[in-house]
């Protein structure tokens, strides 16, 4: 029997058993430090992206909130605001018997409720959502225009409203008849087609003619507002919202969602205090005009925006992206005042609540602090108020 023989191994060969496990441990400690190396880079990298995401999530919020509401700020007033003697009439109107829950208190273009208000009257609005913006105009898609009463004055349940013209006018529209702007202007609804000179009004007490209607003298105005726009502009939980009057339903109204992330709403009447006016704004205020003359010098809305972006960013202890609530400079000219609006150097600034701020410790962690904000502003010309007068 043979034995085969060994093979031939190289000197030193044999000894190659593998790594040891001081090697192992080494191999794994580099690795680890390249994977944490690795995840940093990915973590700043995301955070820097979600922050721009955010930001630009923001910046479209604030441009669409912002265009929404200047879009219906520059119609407002139409179709009354060529009667400029009527405007700030005391609105009168029925349905169903009864005066609808929340309807406009006078006929003018713009109102504008500031927070104090909007929480005394809902204690449920939210701190900082600031003010809301209310405006009224004619739903008529082709013309809106006024005409007069003429005689007979019409008085008893079944009479037509003689006018001198019926243009515009049709079955079912709303329209509001004044006398000036100090003595109620009241509501009605056509009840039919109209003709050249009159315009039909039968008594419907389930609907807005109520029976036995007051009288209005030669020269009075008849409005046509078809099914009225009446809009209100607020925030509610972060989100601007759009609450729309419903001619079907007017104890109620139609809201809608229009943008989410918006946080504070800032409006200003835009006056002209000139004597004689002179059709330049000279001051920015939040005073509801309470006369007609003091409405007939509102020509502008000064709107403020604040959007807030999606992201929330932690930061390190005690580093806060929005260590404080923001301050907007208004100018210096015209003069601004109103709630929030205080003196900034030589200029005028309004103090934007979004919740980050803490009286009586600024250090205090506040979610709203770890947010980004945007701010929009823009001046609306009342174009209707501009052309009447």
């Not at 995301?46 to 930001?55: A, I, S």
């Not at 049709?170 to 039919?192: E, F, K, Y």
């Not at 200003?268 to 704004?281: E, K, L, N």
């Not at 807030?308 to 005042?337: I, K």
Request: charged content about 15%; hydrophobic content about 40%; glycine content about 8%.
């Amino acid at each position: 029997m043979t034995t085969a023989a060994r093979p031939h191994i190289p000197r030193g060969v044999d000894r190659q058993r593998g790594v040891t496990l001081v090697e192992l441990m080494v191999g794994m400690l580099i690795g680890m430090l390249a994977i944490l190396v690795i995840s940093q880079v990915l973590l700043v990298s995301e955070g820097q992206k979600r922050t721009t995401t955010g930001g630009s999530d923001a910046q479209t919020n604030g441009a669409l909130s912002v265009f929404a509401i200047q879009r219906d700020v520059q119609t407002a007033g139409y179709g009354f605001t060529s009667s400029p003697s009527i405007i700030g009439c005391p609105i009168s109107a029925q349905f169903n018997g009864a005066t609808p829950t929340g309807f406009a208190g006078a006929l003018a273009p713009v109102f504008i409720t500031t927070e104090a208000d909007r929480i005394l009257a809902n204690p449920a609005v939210a701190v900082g959502s600031g003010d809301s913006i209310r405006l009224l105009a004619s739903s008529k898609g082709s013309y809106s225009v006024p005409t007069r009463v003429i005689p007979p004055t019409f008085a008893v349940a079944g009479q037509v409203v003689p006018v001198t013209a019926a243009l515009g006018f049709a079955d079912r529209d709303l329209a509001l008849v004044a006398a000036d702007a100090t003595n109620p202007c009241r509501m009605l609804q056509v009840t039919g087609v109209p003709t050249a000179m009159s315009i039909p009004r039968a008594d419907d007490p389930n609907g807005w003619n109520s029976p036995n209607p007051q009288a209005y003298g030669d020269g009075s105005v008849l409005v046509n507002l078809g099914t009225l726009v009446d809009n209100r502009y607020e925030i509610n939980n972060g989100v601007l919202q759009l609450s729309s009057f419903d001619i079907n339903n007017p104890n109620t109204r139609i809201t809608r969602d229009i943008q989410s992330d918006i946080v504070s709403l800032r409006a200003f009447y835009g006056r002209d205090t000139s004597v004689p006016a002179d059709g330049i704004v000279d001051v920015y205020d939040m005073t509801t005009p309470a006369t007609n003359a003091e409405w007939l010098r509102v020509l502008s809305v000064r709107v403020i925006v604040v959007a807030r972006s999606a992201q929330f960013e932690r930061g390190e202890s005690g580093v806060f992206v929005t260590p404080a609530n923001p301050n907007w400079d208004l100018g210096a000219t015209p003069t601004s005042n109103g709630t929030g609006v205080n003196t900034c150097g030589t200029s005028r600034c309004v103090r934007l609540d979004v919740g980050a701020a803490d009286v009586a410790d600024p250090t205090v962690d506040l979610p709203a602090k770890h947010y980004r904000y945007k701010i929009f502003e823009t001046i609306v010309p009342l174009r209707n108020m501009l052309w009447s007068s």
